[in-house]
């Protein structure tokens, strides 16, 4: 009676392992998305500053000639 009762206690507690696991990863995730999208913001505001730039020095080029 006793190694059934120690298969159903090890096999609750492997499925409790994994459920914490789970959690953890999920949050991973999450936290790891709401960093790529920050990273997107930044580089597309960085993308719109070079492009005011760029549109700015090829004017003050054009009027060098």
């Known amino acids: 009676m006793f190694w059934p009762m120690f298969a159903i206690a090890l096999g609750f507690l492997g499925i409790a392992v994994l459920g914490v696991l789970a959690v953890r990863v999920f949050l991973e995730a999450r936290r790891l998305g709401s960093q790529v999208t920050r990273a997107t913001q930044q580089i597309n505001t960085a993308a719109e500053c070079l ?12 009027t060098l000639r």
């Open 51 to 62: 492009e005011r730039a760029a549109t700015g020095l090829a004017r003050s080029g054009e």
